[in-house]
């Protein structure tokens, strides 16, 4: 049923298949999703340097124009990390930031008719493999290696199988879930391209629906998920567990304060 379906979906001059097509690059055979990544990447870079380079330098006490657009969206995303993580959620805001216009941006070829990276397994998988690694370096940094240990057995001893089982998959979910939806945007893309009588007018239309609207809809929930896990490595005590050497001093110091003064 699936093999049939796929074998009717496409352009005419192109099939559509759940794997990215081959490029020959120098002998390499490469997907076209990465080729896109890398062009996209190239590009936001390139950006970025010129924006350090020739804008920032200029900015003012009082934003106007792009200082006022940049600043804008800095500050949206450090309140919606900090919404989730609390104060330490500043800290974070630039990996949630990157992840966001990766994907958005990424998507955007798919307008020039170019597979979307984001319509590649290995794409997403490699997207969920760092917020992954992310989720648990939040996790050991707010409550120490025995503390995120620990976590595994709350609130109970007999929950650390299922705990184990639940968090190993985070990343596959993640991944399948990302890759699942934009591939499905694909898919309808294709099917209206693929009717003669649907071919003008109408694939224009959802294209912007699934290329901007649809996009931002899947991109905040991934970064939901992300911070979200984060949130939830801290869930039985956001403090190390093992105090610092300063901590203690003042502890003591305070201690004995209240002896001299009784």
Known sequence: MTENLLTRVGLASEELTVTPHKINFFGLEISETIVAAWVVMLIIILFALVVRIFIVKRFKTVPKGLQNVLEMI?????????????????????????????????SLVELF????????????????????????????????V????????????????INIVTHAVIPVSMAFRLFGNMFAGLVVMNLLY????????????????????????QTYIFLILTLSFMEETTSYGAKKIFKSKKKKKLEQSEQEQKQISA
């Open 194 to 217: 693929s009717e003669v009588y649907l071919q003008f007018g109408l694939p224009g239309i959802v294209s912007i629906y699934f290329n901007l609207f649809h996009v931002g809809i």
């Open 146 to 161: 025995i503390g995120r240990l620990r976590w595994f057995v709350k609130p109970k001893a007999f929950m650390l199988p």
């Open 74 to 106: 800095v500050g949206f995303f450090e309140k919606f990390a900090k919404s989730t993580l609390g104060k330490s959620g500043s800290l974070f805001a630039a990996y949630i930031f990157t992840v966001a216009i990766m994907i958005f941006c990424t």
């Open 113 to 144: 008719g170019v597979r979307a990276p984001a319509t590649d397994l290995n794409f997403t998988i490699a997207l969920a493999g760092m917020s992954f690694i992310l989720i648990n370096a939040f996790g050991i940094w707010k409550t120490g």
